[in-house]
């Protein structure tokens, strides 16, 4: 299973991104996917996370209401929309999967597997 994070930016405060996380080698059904960031110096945060086959969507008190999950089937491909970006927003961001949903979804050990990251920078 491989995850390919893309979408991220430079990108003035206020603005948005649209971040995209294709998956290889699995087709997803019940998996939990998870978004992450990771600032420098600090460790990595609970973004959000979703079940695939629907039915529950959680967010981080910091980006909710600006950050927006949604998944294409067809193509195996989750984003997270980022909208009202703000300096504290700048980290690399990280998508995650696990095979099966998990109450624990905020905690990155539970994922097992990542992608590389992508580099979210938002200037004031």
């Known amino acids: 299973v491989q995850l390919q994070a893309s979408g991220g930016g430079l990108v003035q405060a206020g603005g948005s991104l649209r971040l995209s996380c294709t998956a290889s080698g699995v087709i997803f059904g019940n998996h939990a996917l998870g978004w992450f960031r990771q600032a420098p110096g600090k460790e990595r945060e609970f973004v959000a996370a979703?079940?695939?086959?629907?039915?529950?969507?959680t967010y981080a008190n910091s980006v909710k209401g600006r950050f927006t999950i949604s998944r294409d089937n067809a193509k195996n491909t989750a984003t997270l929309q980022i909208d009202n970006l703000n300096p504290e927003d700048t980290s690399v961001y990280y998508c995650?999967?696990?095979?099966?949903?998990?109450?624990?979804?905020?905690?990155?050990?539970?994922?097992?597997?990542w992608g590389q990251g992508t580099q979210v920078t938002v200037s004031s």
């Open positions: 979703f079940r695939w086959s629907g039915g529950r969507t």
């Open positions: 995650a999967a696990r095979s099966t949903w998990t109450t624990n979804y905020r905690s990155a050990s539970e994922y097992d597997y």
